[in-house]
Nanobody, 122 residues
Framework: QVQLTESGGGLVQAGGSLRLSCAAS??????MGWFRQAPGKEREFVAA????????YAATSVKGRFTISRDNAKNTVYLQMNSLKPEDTAVYYC?????????????????WGQGTQVTVSP
């Protein structure tokens, strides 16, 4: 059974940066990604990366500010978040899948972390 453990969330002022990490136990995984859910809103895709490093980002909300990367040797995915805005405030979830690679479709992910809170103050 694969387990995902997120870390790196916290409180930051607008314009600041945070780096989220997600370590996966067990075997290597095809695709790893990040989703987020703000209070009262549906969970939404943020970014994903496949085994070979191919990336996919949400169309407009985070591209250019967030960078996803992974270290296959450590079975870990990272999300570097720069120029944070109050609207980035959400619980950020790490997700992984066995065969689908870097997809924005949350139904393709069969492993999920517990989530880590990111709060951006004005």
């Amino acid at each position: 059974q694969v387990q995902l453990t997120e870390s790196g969330g916290g409180l930051v002022q607008a314009g600041g940066s945070l780096r989220l990490s997600c370590a996966a136990s067990g075997r290597g995984l095809s695709g790893m990604g990040w989703f987020r859910q703000a209070p009262g809103k549906e969970r939404e895709f943020v970014a994903a990366i496949n085994w070979s490093g191919g990336t996919l980002y949400a169309a407009t909300s985070v591209k250019g500010r967030f960078t996803i990367s992974r270290d296959n040797a450590k079975n870990t995915v990272y999300l570097q978040m720069n120029s944070l805005k109050p609207e980035d405030t959400a619980v950020y979830y790490c997700a992984a899948n066995d065969i689908w690679g870097s997809t924005s479709n949350m139904n393709k992910y069969n492993y999920w972390g517990q989530g880590t809170q990111v709060t951006v103050s004005p």
